[in-house]
């Protein structure tokens, strides 16, 4: 049981580690010169080549400025999941330069980006990643116990983000009694439990029937119209695209053209 809690950390929290540094300030960075007053991501010549030599971005830079709605889209393999990884720190560019929340990822140490995913950016996946041995309550407490946050702290800051996506009634339920569409906003409630100024989706609609997809889309609106975090949502799908109010069409690894 431990090995396969130990396994399943890993899988659900890649952004999880134990360190913690100072966040820098924007003007310590030298990306180039901001079109938004507050950007939160600046990127810049983005390039990333695997070790097989598929060259997954190719010169991409975007601006995204605090408490906007983005929706990376694009044909699959386009490059959306690789920008994402990127954008939360879980993966670095072999040219370019990313400043996410005033932290130049593209230089930053271990400790710097332990730092960053445990603090600055919350990730939603695709699959959910809960752990099947603990409640939706306590998947959702998680991340702020692995920080070493005393559980009653914790507890009734988890119970009232469950609250946000609609399942304060769910919150002793595990995930196999959960439907697809309630394990995906329990994954929601347990990304934003540390207040992330960023919050990233990887087509998180895409295990998803159309009704439960039209939930979780609702909710995401929500989260960004009530300003909560930045949120960019990677997705094929046109349908989710279409919620969010700027959208980045990625080609071949590159920003095809972008719309409001
Ligand atoms: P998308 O999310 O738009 O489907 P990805 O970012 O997953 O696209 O992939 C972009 C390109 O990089 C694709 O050609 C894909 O096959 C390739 N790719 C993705 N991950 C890896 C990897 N770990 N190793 C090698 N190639 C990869």
Known sequence: MREFRQAGFSAAFPHLRADQYQLRTLEQTQVRKPHSPNPLIQACSLTRRYPNGVAALEEVSLEVAANEFVAITGPSGCGKSTLLHLLGGLDSPDSGELTVGGLPLHSAGDKELTHFRRHVVGIVFQFFHLLPTMTALENVMLPRLLHGEPPREVRPHAASMLELV?????????????????????????????????????????????????????????????GRTTLVVVTHSAEVAAMAPRRIRMQDGRVADEST
Do not use: C, W, Y
Not at 181 to 192: C, D, E, F, N, P
Not at 211 to 221: G, K, M, W
């Open 166 to 226: 609609g399942l304060a009634d769910r919150a002793g339920h595990f995930p196999h009694q959960l439907s697809g569409g309630q394990m995906q906003r329990t994954a929601i409630a347990r990304a934003l439990v540390h207040s992330p100024a960023l919050l990233l989706a990887d087509e998180p609609t895409g295990n998803l029937d159309s009704a439960s997809a039209t939930q979780v889309l609702e909710l995401l609106r929500k989260i960004a119209s009530e």
